[in-house]
């Protein structure tokens, strides 16, 4: 009998393998001979163990009689992937009912901030093959995989966790099962989750399906799928993200309730600066997503107090616990954070340690010797291509051993985004955070042009928003209070002032707010209550003003203020008048936006709770933060802003009417007044008019067909930040220009994010008439979203002291 190997690859040879061979007229064609079933087992054990798993993976095989086969449609039905072939003999038992082989085993999710409470379980895939040998999850699918059975494997393992969550684990506690994204594509696959939930009794809001990495999927496709997934009650996780296919593409697309990130971040992250701002860009990009993030693979003390101090909220890990059959009802007590565990996240970035060399090929290379750079470099699924050390292209693994061509170039696919060693990180970062692309790397090269290395993005999107130069402690959106600062900041005020009160602050239908008008609107409304609080608190005495993360905010007063309520009512009566211009005019109009499922949410409302230490003394910021939870959730109950004040019987504060500033008013006349100025070339002949109006960025006038007429007039504090010249431009097309020539009336634009100063604010257009009633020129201005909030707290003062 004949056993006949074909690959693709014609590179090796079997010198080191004691195994009598001819080949056929092609090189990629072996032929063996074995006499039964043994010494053809014997051949597949030797090439199984000798050739590499990229050669196996790329091989077929056939068996025959003779050694030239003569029936084609013979040949063609006995040609079978060897490691299909291999895994078939070896494995046979995969193929019966794959079920009677699966074994879930459990393993714990805790909740940081319930002092390490056991919050949910993973279900976690285990085969046991016929010797008693367990199999992990990893090595059953690869095995499934092999078999063309991934498919009912999958479905097998869910079934059986939905069993063992109906069995073992209380009602109330959820269950993160894994789903591999195919299977979540197959039709039939909900059907047979919602008929087993059904079946068992199981709420469907206690199953989190968690989809895991295994190939690469379209996002899109994959966010249609959720979106279904979800409308049926289910919530999801991405698992691995960081690593693997779940990127920033899949990311934004699918909108998840959970994140679960990859052990390879979290395990030593604050001894990797790298991991560190990986880490941290994920957290804050949940956090703007409205998604929870769960730690995996904990396991040392470091890695626990390093996520405690980032402010996760949930993980999982040896440390706590092992998988078992039988879910455990313990886990281990979170660890002490005293200072000889406690992480210290590094304050300051240089985009020069990001850098890496990378592999790199120079262009002139021979086919051959770039192979075995490959098989060098087992784990490097990439090469820059250098002509004379200046990038040219990019050399992936995969091009190498499947096409054949004789140039190299002919392998190369174009480079990524190119950088120079020059350009400022922070336009990197927003760059990528605008486009959210996916996240390819990038290339450095000197000002001459000289290869320098490679770039990840995401750890360059990490300069956005971590902002660890200069800020410390500081929040990258708000700038306010933030982290390891403000969580001991609350220890020390609740441990040594019985009369700490707690201010807890946040947006209602954030995460609904930005699946309607994106991330950057949903930043610009976070931007916006941060201003407002800043506006009405920073500077007080005996008050300190944080930003949690995402839409949440704290106040941490030392003293019980009479005024407090009040305070908190102007915060609520701003953020309402200044959110509009947050809002698409229609949903102002009904006074509600719909999201693409057909929910209803009202716009633009705040729930705030006091936690005043009324029912019992505060042991602790966690504990605080207990009752505070309590509290939102009576006042999310009503519908529209409220404030929720701890008592025996929590007290509702409702706002009794609205308050519209006139703060836009003030705006338009005081560009008003700038007609009083000498207007003309000279960029600085305004610098005056900035000293009476400091909330005006950047002033410039139009003729009347929208052109430029003299350069941009800029605040002496946006030197640097906006461009000087502009005179002479075409600006005709803006909605400033357009709404005011049109109407003839001031016009005042959404909140929107400046591509000048990387900031938030809108702007203010006035249409200057002549004598006639015809249009002469029209004066712009842009206003800070900061200046917005100052504008309305100092004019609605003015009013009440009137």
């Known amino acids: 009998m004949k056993l006949y190997l074909n690959t693709s690859n014609q590179t090796f040879d079997f010198a080191d393998i004691d195994l009598p061979h001819t080949h056929h007229s092609e090189k990629s064609v072996f032929i063996f001979d074995f006499d039964d079933e043994k010494s053809l087992t014997d051949i597949l054990n030797q090439l199984a163990d000798k050739l590499s798993e990229q050669v196996l993976e790329n091989s077929y095989v056939m068996i025959a009689k003779d050694a030239n086969p003569t ?23 995969l193929l019966d009912d794959i079920s009677l082989h699966v074994q879930i085993y459990f393993q714990p999710i805790v909740d940081f901030t319930q002092n390490g409470k056991i919050f949910a379980y993973e279900a976690l895939c285990r085969i046991k093959n016929p010797s008693g040998e367990l199999l992990n ?54 059907t047979l989750m919602m008929e087993a939930l059904s079946k068992y009794g199981i709420e469907q809001r206690e199953i989190v399906i968690e989809i895991v990495e295994s190939e690469k999927v379209s996002p899109e496709l994959l966010s249609e799928c959720c979106d279904e997934i979800r409308a049926h009650g289910l919530r999801i996780a991405l698992d691995d993200m960081g690593s693997g296919f779940n990127g920033l593409r899949t990311l934004a697309a699918v909108r998840a309730d959970y994140i679960k990130i990859d052990r390879a971040i979290v395990h030593e992250a604050q001894g990797s600066r790298v991991r560190t701002v990986l880490l941290e860009a994920i957290i804050s990009m949940a956090q703007r997503l409205g998604c929870t993030v769960v730690a995996e693979g904990l396991e040392r003390v470091e890695d626990i107090n390093f996520c405690l101090d980032l402010g996760l909220a949930y993980a999982q890990g040896y440390y706590f616990a092992k998988p078992e059959s039988k879910p455990t009802q313990s886990v281990a007590a979170l660890p002490k954070q005293d200072e000889a565990h406690r992480s210290h996240i590094p304050d300051e970035f240089r985009i020069g340690e990001f850098v890496m060399r990378g592999l790199t090929i120079e262009v002139n290379t021979s086919i051959e010797k770039a192979r075995e750079i490959f098989r060098d470099n087992p784990d490097t699924e990439m090469a820059v291509v250098l002509d004379n050390l200046r990038p040219i292209g990019l050399l992936k693994r995969g091009k190498v051993f499947t096409q054949r061509s004789s140039s190299l170039g002919a392998y190369c696919d174009a480079l990524p985004k190119l950088i120079t060693s020059r350009t400022p990180s922070s336009l990197l970062a927003r760059g990528l955070y605008l486009e959210r692309g996916d996240a390819e790397p990038w ?13 990840q993005p995401l750890e360059i999107m990490a300069q956005l928003i971590s902002r660890k130069m200069s800020t410390g402690s500081l929040h990258p959106l708000s700038q306010l209070t933030t982290g390891p600062t403000l969580r001991q900041s609350l220890d020390v005020s609740i441990r ?31 931007r916006l209550l941060s201003e407002i609080v800043r506006q009405e608190f920073l500077g007080a005495t005996g008050t300190l003003v944080g930003h949690i993360g995402g839409d949440d905010f704290v106040l941490i007063l030392d003293h019980i203020n009479t005024k407090l309520e009040d305070k908190l009512l102007d915060v609520i009566y701003h953020f309402q008048d200044l959110a509009s211009h947050l809002y698409d005019t229609s949903d102002l109009e009904r006074g509600f936006f719909t999201t693409e499922d057909g929910s209803e949410h009202p716009v633009a ?11 019992g003394v505060l042991s602790n910021s966690v504990a605080a933060a207990e009752r505070a939870a309590y509290l939102k959730k009576i006042g999310k109950s009503n519908i529209g802003s409220i404030i929720v004040v701890e008592d025996v019987t929590p007290r509702l504060v409702v706002p009794e009417h609205e308050v519209h500033s006139d703060w836009q008013a003030r705006a338009l006349e005081a560009l008003q007044s700038l007609l009083k100025y000498r207007r003309s070339e000279d960029s600085h002949c305004m610098d005056g008019c900035f000293t009476d109006y400091p909330f005006f960025e950047v002033v410039f006038e139009l003729n009347a067909n929208g052109m430029q007429r003299y350069p941009n007039w800029i605040n002496p504090n946006m030197y640097g930040k906006i461009k000087a010249g502009g005179a002479g431009v075409d600006r005709s097309l803006q909605a400033y220009y357009n709404e005011a ?37 029209i004066l712009v201005a842009d206003i800070s979203i900061a200046a917005m909030a100052m504008l309305s707290s100092n004019i609605v003062a003015k009013d009440k002291k009137n």
């Open 71 to 93: 029936d084609p449609a013979e040949t063609i039905a006995g040609i079978v992937p060897f490691n299909m072939f291999y895994t078939r003999r070896l494995h046979s038992w």
């Open 741 to 777: 020539h049109k109407a003839l009336k001031p016009y005042i634009s959404n909140i929107y994010l400046s591509t000048a100063t990387e900031d938030f604010c809108l702007t203010v257009s006035l249409p200057i008439l002549n004598q006639v009633g015809g249009l002469e020129s």
């Open 137 to 190: 999850g990893e090595e059953s699918f690869k095995l499934a995989s092999q078999l063309k059975c991934s498919e009912e494997l999958d479905i097998a393992c869910q079934q059986s966790a939905l069993v063992g969550k109906a069995n073992l684990i209380a009602p109330g506690t959820p269950i993160f099962i894994n789903v591999l994204p195919q299977t979540i594509m197959k039709k039939r696959w909900l």
């Open 605 to 615: 409302s705040i729930s705030i709770a006091i936690v005043n230490g009324s029912q």
């Open 496 to 526: 040594n002032n019985p009369n700490t009160v707690l201010v807890y602050i946040d947006l209602d239908h954030f995460k609904a707010y930005n699946d309607r008008y994106g991330f950057i609107r949903g930043d610009a409304m976070i």
């Open 443 to 455: 290339i450095m090269v000197g000002d001459d042009g000289i290869y320098i290395g490679i770039l």
